[in-house]
């Protein structure tokens, strides 16, 4: 009974031995140890402070990215968040707040959501069938507290929805004969107005029942000078009023009994607008609205009983303008520059002849540029006077909060949620390594003087080492925060720790820590834009010089577009430290003309400095610094450069010549053109920069070598549209920009985008929709010469190899991809994964080998991979091998499988999931086995990598303390059995 029972016990402990043996987990602490993951929810549109509990302890907030959430109002970080759906069809409309709830308006006027502020959960969605208006139209909401019920106005229709059940209470299509666009609405205790303007021509009012929807009524008020562009709006008193910008004029009509437009101008109010491109007209409260004349000058416009308008408050300096009330009391609060760093807060009382009852100054730095909406919430304090807290969205799209004292309670740095270029740069080395340099000194210098430097710079290294080490070890503490960083920020030795340089649509530039996510350092370049290519925004980022060239500093450069201009702007700096660099206190190049296409130059100068290159639509070419045209000039007849013009569907490539009478000057070498009426392109994909090519060939299951068709002058190139059925097709196109050949082509019929691509070393692969089979599919190509090398040395396009062999292959892929990229590393040597964002956000590694367009459908002997040998346990745990030699001749493909199956342990970013991302950036370390991963979007995320397993590093479970003891007993013990030998030695010698 005894044995059988330890029998089986012994037999569990086996089992359970399998089973830990065989399971994969991510233990608890290596969560965020090689990783971070930050959350973000873009620039703030409208903001609600939630009244319902203590004062002002959310924020609701809803933003340009498409997503609602919550901020606590004490730290600012995200209580909920909800995404809503990309494009037009998410984008929020409006925010209301109706008892405990938020209202979203969202997709032009379809969607109506109801929300619960503490949660985020949802109450009700309700869809409404309804003509979508265009884009630029402004829709028009009013909720009834009273009713319960929400009135929506678009452009022909106008429906009420109810609020407690989410239903549509009735829809009205609104007459529409005379070209009437219905733009305003009023509505009072039974009746909605909806308001509508003929251009040139008329206003006509329409009177609709609020309960039923008829519409009742129609009345026409002559308005000649009402065009598409004026401002008007509808105030709550019942009066309708507008500001031609044309003529300047003031225009208020009294609702609804009104037939006649009482009309004032401009200077009546002692005010003139020396533009018109920057006047706009807003309600603030009841009888008062704000007309912007400038972007700092506005002024307070109050309409009395009978529609007569009257300035309030003329406000020169003031840059925002917003509303309020505390309890009873309407106020409007103004922001204006006071110093660099500084804004003046003020608020008037409306009901008390616009009497100053707050007068403050708010510390907000000049690098988050202009403020551009204030959302404030007021009350009354206990003992005496307002109180205050404040909102403002910048125009670096950055959300600061202020309370009473003046200071930053925190501020979120949304613009990092539209990133759109990336680089990761490599530290500086520390002092003690940059002296190595010096040690030998130069090539003059006689072996005495180069022996002297030697030990002074050796001595000055150990007192430099000694130093670092004392303060490290005795006294960190004095040490200012700028120290602290300036000392950390030191290249380590296995070149791991960058900084990610990140541009940004809104024109600031961020250096981020890749190991912890901190903030390095921050730069707001007014008035940079970024240029746009369809629904496409791009802010070339060029890295000129790197950290490897000491005593040289790095230097970065941005290209965009002047925001007044429209023509070409630089802005120059160090990636280390964000500061500019050459060009004075700014960094900033503002360039005389326009920019057509700009790529970096691959020769340097002699100062390792890499010049930008620029061309204008005239096809003059310029160089920046111009210091570097002497570079450009030598090389000048062996530049190219090629140009692909969406609008027009044409690609040309061209040749930059160079004449000292006409400087440098473009040619066209050839042009191929896409029709624009059958297709349009989508992508333009490059080889990616950083790449690296290991091998040259593949070595096949014949021992033979199959060579590699490395053109680096290969572009991707693919294009959707429609054939003469209205069916979709995508198109890929591969074309050499040096000649202008179409290497390979290839038509995906019954297939749509969104498309993403990777092109790396011989091979591209990318995904698109299959509509015929309703799926994602994911295709790879491959190009080969063939077993002989054309070219042993360098590739030319002007004197190319034959055709390649192309080899592809689609397979089926179960996942929405959003972005994609490959994993880089130092020497290429490691094998290539290509990371995906997918739009449930996860992050999924897939080893290119299950992408291998070779996969054989029935595999051969040389087609099967290497086989190990079987591990049979006994009884004991031990495994011994039992299975025969592999085959004389394999290649190790997988046999071919239509679907990609990926575990879950393929996600590397496991439960830290990140929305919306639209790009991968991969950077090597200084280990060949590690690839720096950092995912943006709405969301960022950074992580390392091993495509090959951390084949050149030792595992964090590598046991330290055994290997030591075993080491130290086996010194020791050398040391007493050779003591023990001589002793053995020295007796019997004396036998």
Not at 335 to 354: E, G
Not at 469 to 492: H, I, M, P, Q, W
Request: a negative charge; glycine letters at 6%.
């Amino acid at each position: 009974m005894a044995a059988s029972t330890a029998e089986s016990m012994l037999e569990k402990f086996i089992l359970i031995s399998f089973i830990i043996q065989l399971s994969l987990a991510l233990y608890a602490d290596q969560v965020g140890k090689f990783d971070w993951n930050q959350k973000y929810i873009g620039k703030v549109k409208y903001a609600h402070f939630d009244q319902s509990g203590h004062t002002g302890k959310r924020v609701i907030v809803a933003t340009e990215k498409n997503v609602l959430a919550a901020l606590n109002a004490q730290s600012g970080a995200i209580l909920w968040r909800q995404i809503f759906e990309k494009g037009v069809s998410g984008n929020i409309d409006e925010l209301l707040s109706y008892d405990n709830d938020i209202i979203t308006i969202s997709g032009r006027g379809s969607m109506i959501r109801s929300w619960s502020m503490a949660t985020g959960g949802l109450h009700w969605e309700t869809s409404a069938q309804v003509t979508l208006p265009p884009t630029s139209y402004k829709l028009q909401l009013f909720l009834s507290s009273e009713s319960k019920t929400l009135v929506v106005l678009m452009s022909e229709q106008i429906y009420a929805v109810s609020l407690t059940s989410g239903k549509v209470k009735w829809i009205t299509n609104l007459s529409n004969t005379n070209a009437v666009s219905y733009k305003y609405m009023h509505i009072d205790a039974d009746h909605t107005y909806a308001i509508g303007i003929t251009d040139g021509s008329h206003v006509t009012v329409a009177t609709v029942n609020l309960e039923t929807g008829k519409v009742t009524s129609q009345d026409s008020v002559a308005a000649s000078w009402i065009t598409p562009s004026t401002e008007c709006e509808v105030l709550t008193t019942a009066k309708f009023v507008c500001f031609d910008t044309r003529m300047k004029h003031f225009y208020s009509l009294l609702l609804p009994e009104g037939r006649v437009f009482l009309a004032s101008t401009l200077s009546d109010l002692a005010l003139h607008a020396t533009t018109t491109k920057d006047v706009m007209l807003a309600q603030l409260q009841d009888d008062t609205v704000a007309l912007r004349l400038t972007p700092t000058h506005h002024a307070l416009i109050r309409l009395d009983a009978a529609g007569a308008v009257h300035l309030t408050k003329d406000l020169r300096q003031v840059m925002v303008v917003g509303t309020t009330s505390a309890g009873n009391t309407p106020l409007v609060l103004t922001l204006s520059r006071s110093s660099t760093d500084t804004l003046k807060l003020m608020a008037y009382n409306l009901n008390n002849d616009m009497a100053v009852e707050i007068e403050d100054l708010i510390n907000l730095p000049s690098n988050h540029g202009s403020p551009e909406k204030l959302f404030p919430y007021t009350f009354i304090r206990r003992e005496s006077g307002f109180g205050y807290k404040l909102l403002i969205s910048s125009e670096d799209h950055s959300a600061a909060f202020f309370s009473q004292a003046g200071d930053i309670s925190w501020v979120r740095e949304e613009a990092l949620a539209s990133i759109v270029s990336v680089e990761m740069a490599d530290l500086p080395v520390s002092e003690i390594q940059a002296k190595f340099e010096e040690e030998f000194g130069s090539e003059h210098d006689d072996i005495v003087t180069m022996f002297n430097r030697r030990i002074t710079t050796q001595l000055s290294e150990l007192q430099l080492y000694i130093s670092e080490t004392l303060d490290r070890f005795l006294d960190n503490s004095k040490l200012t925060a700028y120290e602290k960083k300036k000392r950390a920020l030191v290249r380590d030795d296995f070149n791991i720790h960058k900084i990610i340089v990140a541009v940004t649509t809104a024109g600031k530039i961020f250096g981020i820590d890749n190991l912890s996510g901190e903030l390095v350092w921050q730069t707001f370049v007014p008035q940079l834009i970024p240029y746009q290519h369809g629904d496409t925004q791009t802010l070339p980022l060029f890295v000129m010089r790197t950290t490897a060239h000491f005593p040289h500093p790095p230097e970065y450069a941005v290209l965009g577009k002047h925001q007044v201009t429209g023509k070409g702007m630089l802005y120059v700096f160090s990636p280390i430290s964000g500061r500019p660099l050459d060009i004075g206190i700014t960094g900033i190049v503002e360039l005389d003309y326009f920019v057509r296409h700009a790529f970096l130059l691959v020769q340097h100068d002699a100062h390792f400095l890499r010049p930008i290159i620029l061309m204008d639509p005239d096809n003059k070419v310029y160089v920046y610094p111009p210091s570097c045209e002497d570079v450009l000039a030598e090389t000048a007849s062996q530049q190219y450069l090629f140009s692909a013009d969406r609008d027009t569907g044409v690609l040309t490539g061209y040749n930059i010549e160079y004449s000292k009478s006409s400087g440098f000057v473009s040619s066209p070498v050839w042009t191929a053109n896409l029709p624009r009426e059958s297709q349009v392109i989508a992508h333009v994909v490059p080889k990616m920069a950083n790449d690296h090519v290991h091998s040259q060939g593949r070595v096949l299951g014949d021992r033979s070598v199959l060579y590699k068709y490395l053109n680096p002058n290969l572009v991707v190139v693919t294009t959707e549209g429609k054939d003469e059925q209205e069916k979709s097709y995508v198109n890929l196109y591969l074309i050499d920009v040096i000649t202008g050949q179409i290497v390979f082509s290839a038509n995906h019929a019954r297939s749509t985008g969104p498309v993403t691509i990777v092109h790396s070393e011989n091979w591209v692969v990318y995904t698109y929709w299959n509509q015929k089979l309703r799926r994602n599919e994911i295709a790879a190509l491959e190009m080969y010469e063939g077993k002989t090398q054309s070219n042993t040395t360098a590739f030319s396009s002007l004197a190319p190899p034959p055709p390649p062999i192309v080899e592809r292959q689609a397979y089926i892929l179960p996942y929405i991809v959003t972005a994609m990229a490959a994993t880089v590393t130092e020497k290429g040597i490691t094998n290539k994964h290509i990371l995906l964002a997918l739009a449930d956000g996860g992050i999924l590694e897939l080893p290119k080998a299950l992408l291998d367009p070779r996969r054989p459908i029935n595999p051969t002997a040389e087609h099967r991979p290497k086989v190990q040998p079987k591990r049979k346990w006994t009884f004991w745990g031990t495994w011994r091998s039992s299975l025969e030699q592999p085959p004389a001749k394999e290649e190790g493909l997988i046999p071919y499988m239509p679907e990609i199956s990926a575990p879950k342990e393929m996600i590397v970013n496991y439960n830290q999931s990140v929305f919306n991302i639209h790009g991968i950036h991969s950077a090597p370390a200084g280990l060949e086995s590690t690839s720096l991963v950092f995912a943006y979007g709405l969301d960022l995320y950074c992580t390392r990598v091993w495509p090959s397993k951390m084949f050149d590093v030792l595992k964090d479970d590598f046991d330290y303390w055994l290997i030591s003891v075993v080491l130290t007993a086996l010194i020791f013990s050398s040391i007493l059995l050779q003591k023990m030998a001589a002793r053995k030695q020295l007796n019997a010698a004396w036998k």
